[in-house]
């Protein structure tokens, strides 16, 4: 490990305390946020979509990045359980909508099935109390294309109708992250 990487790692490691994710019974901002399903742009509304039943709101790091490919396909292949639960599922990202709607329509990914929205600012992902950092230099996509905006960490909330955080998953991998949201989400049906 290089003194530049312990350096970050040490940075990381002390704003960690600075920063709590939402928590069960916390009210969650209503946001509004340019989305993408299928590659086609749409305006993301989390009250219009509470109206309908839970939502889960999955926070992931960046389109076309590793942990993020394998969850947006577990998302999708598992959509039609996420529906027969009563739940929508937003993904949401500093991506840009262009590589947005890239991503939504990519057949190995969401496959049309996974609507994913565009945070570029970081305002949502702060307002869920989640770490936020800068674009890193150099980083580089699946696709060998540049990565240009920042990420944020990989946390899923699952809302209750009435806009609070029922339960929150994060710090696992991002298959588990699915299934426990899944999981989450048949319990919460399960007992309405």
């Known amino acids: 490990m290089t003194l530049r990487h312990l350096a970050w790692t040490f940075v ?10 939402l928590k069960a019974g916390d009210p969650v901002p209503a946001f509004s946020a340019p989305a993408s399903l299928a590659g086609k ?4 509304s989390l009250k219009e979509s509470l109206a309908k039943g ?21 998302f999708s292949s ?7 639960a009563g739940a929508t599922v937003i993904g949401v990202s500093l991506d840009s909508i262009q590589r947005l709607n890239e991503f939504s329509a990519d057949p190995a990914y969401c496959a049309g099935k996974l609507a994913v929205a565009s945070d570029g600012d970081g305002k949502i992902a702060r307002a ?10 150099g980083a580089i996509d699946t696709r060998g294309k ?38 989450l989400v048949q319990k919460l049906s399960a007992t309405r």
């Open 78 to 84: 598992r959509a039609d359980q996420f529906a027969a």
């Open 12 to 21: 990381l490691l002390a704003t960690t305390t600075a920063f709590a994710a």
């Open 146 to 183: 540049e990565i240009e905006h920042g990420f944020t960490e990989r946390t899923t909330f699952v809302v209750k109708r009435d806009g609070t955080v029922y339960a929150a998953v994060g710090g696992v991998s991002p298959e588990a992250n699915v299934a426990q949201a899944l999981a």
């Open 128 to 137: 869920f109390g989640l770490r936020v950092s800068g674009a890193q230099r």
């Open 41 to 44: 742009p749409f305006t993301y």
């Open 54 to 74: 839970p939502v889960v709101v999955y926070f992931y790091p960046s389109a076309y990045t590793e942990g993020c490919n394998i969850q947006a396909h577990e």
